[in-house]
């Protein structure tokens, strides 16, 4: 199907973009890789009247650590996560979910922040997000703030973003001392949503969990983050009972539905397992500093 008709700007600064935003409040959309937008025009799942393509505003593809924290702005591609040695060499959830997303097509246009404005429960990013406790910040033309992952997704595709606001940058916060991540996926064939995904962030203190995240991908009705699993995990000795204590109250917080893709237990078992295996890995790489 052929999209409905709408108007289209490719402004040159964040200002004017948040300007023709502000005039279309009510009919607008912003445009970054387009990877989800416009399989949703095609299908008329969605007819925004205005466009503001935001793919021209310079500096908004800044990926680097800044003033203590990972800052990855607006037009950071999934392919620049994916080829990243900062990624790589230092946050470790980020370099690992990143190829695990979508195929190399969608992976050289899409954007980490489209993903995570468009906040399909089934997004790789979000989970990321949630482990690793980032904040979002949201522009508008009146100003700006700053969300918690957490506080940001609203349920299936909706989060707390006005009509009128850009998340212009991501913060996680930079890596101190033994850390260590990692992100773990089902999917039925490479290039596939998750059947399940896990996200886990480890940052250890003197030998002992100082604090852990762990979110869910695809189990519930948007990005879990588990946090009973991982308050259990806080102060203590990562042995064998405490990470098979984590996966059995990470499965717990799983909301998933049975599909063509599994059975509510068969993926609730896939997290417990996902959970005991990413901690594992996460604790070496915190070890290892890898
Ligand atoms: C075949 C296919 C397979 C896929 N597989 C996966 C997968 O395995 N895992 C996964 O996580 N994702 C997957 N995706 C989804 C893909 O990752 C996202 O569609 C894409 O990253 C969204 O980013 P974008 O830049 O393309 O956003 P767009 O499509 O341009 O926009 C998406 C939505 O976000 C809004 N938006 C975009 N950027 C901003 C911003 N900075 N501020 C405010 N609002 C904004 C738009 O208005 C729109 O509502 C897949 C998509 C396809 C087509």
Redesign the pocket.
């Known amino acids: 199907m052929l999209p409905a008709a709408f108007e289209y700007a490719s402004p040159g600064t964040l200002d004017e973009a948040l300007a023709l935003l502000d005039q279309h409040a009510d009919d607008g959309?912003?445009?970054?890789?387009?990877?989800?937008?416009?399989?949703?025009l095609k299908l008329r799942l969605?007819s925004?009247a205005f466009?503001?393509d935001?793919n021209r505003i310079p500096d908004?593809d800044v990926l680097e650590e800044r003033d203590g924290a990972l800052v990855i702005g607006?037009?950071v591609?999934?392919k620049t996560a994916e080829r990243s040695s900062l990624l790589a060499n230092r946050y470790a959830v980020l370099a690992e979910?990143a190829p695990?997303?979508?195929?190399p097509?969608?992976?050289n246009?899409?954007?980490?922040?489209?993903?995570?404005?468009?906040?399909?429960p089934?997004?790789?990013?979000?989970s990321v997000m949630l482990a690793v406790d980032a904040e979002f910040v949201?522009r508008s033309r009146s100003g700006s703030r700053t969300v918690k992952a957490r506080d940001f997704f609203s349920g299936p595709f909706s989060t707390l973003?006005q009509p009128n606001?850009?998340?212009?940058e991501i913060r996680i916060p930079a890596r101190r001392g033994p850390t260590g991540g990692a992100y773990l996926?089902l999917?039925r064939k490479v290039?596939?949503?998750?059947t399940v995904?896990v996200a886990i962030q480890l940052q250890m203190d003197d030998g002992k969990v100082g604090t852990a995240g762990i979110a869910l991908?695809a189990v519930g009705p948007q990005n879990i983050k588990a946090t009973e699993a991982e308050a259990a995990l806080k102060g203590q000795t990562l042995n064998d009972k405490v990470i098979k204590e984590a996966g059995q109250l990470a499965a717990k917080a799983a909301e998933p539905r049975a599909d063509l893709r599994g059975s509510e237990a068969y993926k609730r078992n896939v997290v417990r397992i996902f959970t005991e295996r990413g901690l594992k890995r996460a604790y070496e790489r915190a070890r290892g500093g890898g």
């Open positions: 959309k912003v445009l970054a890789g387009g990877q989800s937008l416009i399989p949703l969605a925004p466009l503001v935001i908004l607006a037009l591609r999934h979910a695990q997303v979508a195929d097509l969608v992976r246009r899409g954007t980490l922040a489209g993903s995570l404005a468009h906040a399909d089934s997004g790789d990013w979000g949201l973003l606001e850009i998340l212009t996926k999917e290039g596939d949503f998750a995904g991908t």
